[in-house]
């Protein structure tokens, strides 16, 4: 009797399921697929986020996590408090606000960091010609907390000076008046030859005073890539240079002198991502550097370069 042997056609089909197996990894274990799946969800993007004048409210969703914060790590000069149950991370600026910061947050098990842009404090002027009868005159508003300071007369027009943040605030004029028969006391009003004005919740009106941006244009970064380094190059000292890879800070600092970043062993591990480099310099910021990895290594080839859908998909 022959053996019995498989028709042709089963035996195509068994051939196909048994490449489809292996090239789905079906015969690997348990532990490195769940392995490659967490490095797949655990890589983030490197987005700078911005503090806006005052109080700015960021979600877990801006720092990469589905769950509520748990935790942050804040450095001088700004103040953070989770609230609602850590659904809001609250970041409030102060007088010792800076340009550029790294704020760590933790949810879950996870942690994550963001390179934050503060708001540019810059000398602002307001002015308000001389008028006859009006004496002692002050300004009082959002820049002062509302208690009347005094604005200098030079020249017949007071002058109002301050170190603001670009923004809209409102004020008013708080004035001494004399019409020729008695003289009136810190007496409240809008500013006459500013029409920009707004409700002050009291059925009455507020001038208000916007101070435009005059932040310095972004100056170039250097760097160079070679291997799993990169080295930055400096032409002038900067005060803070930032790198992000993954969430996570790979150098935070002064830097006076070329600086040699090594790239994380866990880069290795990933086809596509990138670093995030930029630097502060005096009053003004550098360009957005973006850095793109293949498998760890700098991506020096213009036809290597990191596409749309590399983004879309980290």
Known sequence: MKPYTLP????????????????????????????KQQLHHAYHRNPILTLDLGSTSFSPIDFGFNAPFTDVDCPDGIECSLEQKGEHLVVKTSEKLDLL??????????????IVRGPRKQIATLTLPASEGYTNLRLTGDVNNWTPQAMELRDGIWYYTDTLNPGRYSYQVVADIDNGYSVSTDIWFVDPNNQDSTGNGMGGFNSVWTVES?????????????????????????????????G??????????????SIPEAAKSIERSYITLIAQQGSSLSQDVVIPLHYGQVIVRPEDKLTRSDYENW
């Open 8 to 35: 042709r056609n089963l035996w195509i089909t068994a051939g196909i399921l048994c490449s489809t197996f292996l090239s789905c990894d079906f015969f690997s274990s348990t532990e490195e697929s769940s392995q």
């Open 101 to 114: 910061y790294a704020i760590q947050a933790s949810s879950d098990n996870y942690s994550n960091s963001r």
């Open 214 to 246: 005059t932040a310095e244009a972004a100056f170039p970064l250097s760097w160079r890539g070679y291997d799993y380094k990169v080295n930055v190059i400096i032409d002038e000292p900067l005060s803070r240079c930032i790198a992000l890879w993954n």
């Open 248 to 261: 996570e800070i790979l150098l935070d600092k002064e830097l006076n002198n070329d600086y040699t970043l």
